[in-house]
């Protein structure tokens, strides 16, 4: 037996009260026992986000909620600025093309956070600039980009939106939608509210609604207007993935529970923890700056191949963290501590990882990063 | 206590063997865990839907799939002709115009099939058609179009493709996918194979893989080629619905120990109990002709509005069946023995429907279509 510990950044492990909740007889979408829990879950959305916007619940991958920012808020030739700084940067780009959108690029060395200031030059020498698209937590690098600078600039710009992918960020970052002017901010179900991919979340303040009105991208599945009608109802546009807004539900409870500012104490305490057991351990941080309170991004050590320790992890261990994408693969691992994650979650990764590098040749005190964040996990 | 059963087309009930494999512990998509499991749900779905085409298996409820197979196949200004005859072929309609395509609708009334004669009269019209959209069931009538004369009138058609959604009829009915030449054949996770709504399928023909290399309907989120590279390698473009991919496996086991024939004559067998039994009641089918297995369309006796016997069935015996949509609303209501479905969930749904009748004041012997039932599920 090898015991398994998902440490990835997504999906993430489910605690047993959801599990036990999707495992139930399934219930009709339309029927009126299907009323109250939507109702539940698009309120607890809401507390979520910080946000008096209504929140869409949509059946796909977070990707599907990025696809639907895109196709319901533009029209084929719009200028548009996309932060790229990642794998999840080019994927903005990759939609915004595929919908005809003439996109700028501002290009961010991997590992870095981008300059707020480059996004304003951008914004002021293109005055009909129509949205800028950004990640909260570019997930591939471990960086958080400043969000908050971004919103303040949308401020007094009525034709111009802001669109954030904050699938890995929410529930690890006090993201305050509202008060930031976030004007859409999608998340995924598999990542911090604790549950197994089928969800995307989307929150549409009244500035993004007013473009979905003259926007002309084609769109069917990811139509956010029918979808805001429907959830008035307390249903879906189309058939309601059940089991996971039933399971929604029950780690909106364990959120709330627990209260925001704790949720969002706790993930900074893992974060912190993991990123001063690496360094203790000798290697250093893949993320140059603003590193994410959802995954930590490690440096493969010279002469080691960072797919080789995500490898052994799992292997000798049974600990699935994860590697690098795209141009980064081979160069970094990563491990989360988000979502449904504590204190042991982070000295398994840690004693893991001391595990692994002795076994691979590099030298390292077993216990050495652990002992530094079992101190740090101790205030 | 009031106990619930699940009688309605979609979502139908999980088996346990399914909701306990869902149950357990996430595994991630992207490591070598899943790889068997995604292999041996591909080809578990190649058996089910008799075909040697890959078959895609995608995040999104079964009008995903819908659309995936408008914008992967075709460009705007592309002629197409869609059998309209109900709920779902209108669909077909508003998700065609959505991308753009020209639109020949050959409406067919309510209740009835469409005649084959009538598609191959438009075809022959006009030989620059690129597709025809139709239902293998249409879900708000009942009925069941003829797929297999359809499926005949493409040999020869080179750049003529059969897109059939197929969401609530496969696993109900035999579809042959290659040898009656369904180019394109969609299902839905929460129909025939019994697992909650999250994941749409769609088996691919080579004739319409080649229309995919020129299509240039905008597309990201439903990218049919790249979901091939994608399963060719036991994964997903984007993130998996681990979950739903693993009750999959679970469901085809079922399926598969049962064999196919048996699936078939046991859905036939249920279908004909129930529909003899409503006639038995004095009650008439609303699908006039070609009545499918999937699901029983029922008439409401006059002076009865029909969405008042679904809402009795549900709120004084638990049972939850489906009223009428779109246009027959209040007309008809909808009994469904579909995937988990057996000889007592028939008996369930009679002795009910007799009992809301009674209620009602309609003019019922008591266990007068249950016997009928009864004598024909004995054989």
Chains 1, 2 share one sequence.
């Not at 200031?117 to 009909?128: C, M, S």
């Not at 949720?263 to 305490?269: L, M, S, T, W």
């Not at 799992?314 to 990563?334: C, D, H, V």
């Amino acid at each position: 037996m090898l015991k398994r510990y998902l440490l990835a950044p997504g999906p993430t492990p489910v605690p047993p009260e959801a599990m036990m909740a999707m495992a139930m007889p399934i219930i009709h979408h339309r029927a009126p026992d299907f009323i109250p829990v939507l109702d539940s879950a698009k309120n607890g959305l809401k507390w979520l986000y910080q946000t008096k916007n209504d929140v869409l619940i949509l059946c796909s991958t977070g990707t599907g909620g990025m696809v639907g920012s895109v196709n319901n808020f533009f029209s084929p030739g719009d200028k548009v600025i996309v932060v790229n700084g990642g794998k999840f940067g080019e994927r903005w780009t990759k939609i915004c093309q595929a919908y005809g959108l003439d996109v700028r690029e501002i290009i961010v060395e991997w590992g870095y956070a981008v300059r707020p200031e480059k996004v304003e030059d951008a914004l002021k020498k293109e005055p009909d600039i129509k949205g800028v698209f950004v990640q909260a937590t570019e997930t591939s690098t471990g960086v958080s980009h400043d969000i908050k600078a971004l919103g303040e600039m949308m401020k007094g710009r009525e034709d111009t939106i802001l669109v954030v992918d904050a699938i890995s960020a929410l529930v690890a970052h006090d993201i305050k939608t509202d008060e930031w002017g976030l004007d859409v901010v999608i998340a995924g179900s598999q990542k911090g509210v604790m549950l197994p991919p089928g969800l995307t979340f989307v929150s549409i303040s009244d500035k993004a609604w007013k473009k979905a009105d003259t926007a002309k991208a084609p769109r069917f599945y990811f139509n956010f207007k029918k979808e805001r009608e429907a959830l008035a109802k307390n249903q879906t546009n189309f058939t309601s993935a059940v089991t996971l807004i039933i399971g929604l539900n029950e780690c909106l409870k364990m959120l709330q529970s627990e209260g925001l500012e704790n949720v969002f104490q706790r993930h900074a305490r893992l974060a912190t923890a993991t990123r001063e057991a690496v360094k203790a351990i000798g290697l250093d941080l893949y993320s140059k700056e603003s590193p994410s309170n959802s995954v930590t991004a490690v440096l493969a050590p010279k002469g080691i191949d960072g797919q080789e320790i995500y490898k052994h992890l799992r292997e000798k261990y049974g600990i699935t963290a994860a590697g690098g994408q795209g141009s980064a693969k081979g160069k970094l691992f990563r491990i989360a501590h988000l979502g449904y994650a504590d204190t042991f979650d982070v000295i398994t990764a840690i004693a893991g990882l001391e595990m692994v590098l002795k076994g691979l040749g590099y030298p390292v005190k077993l216990g050495r990063g652990v002992s530094v964040a079992q101190e740090l996990l101790m205030r």
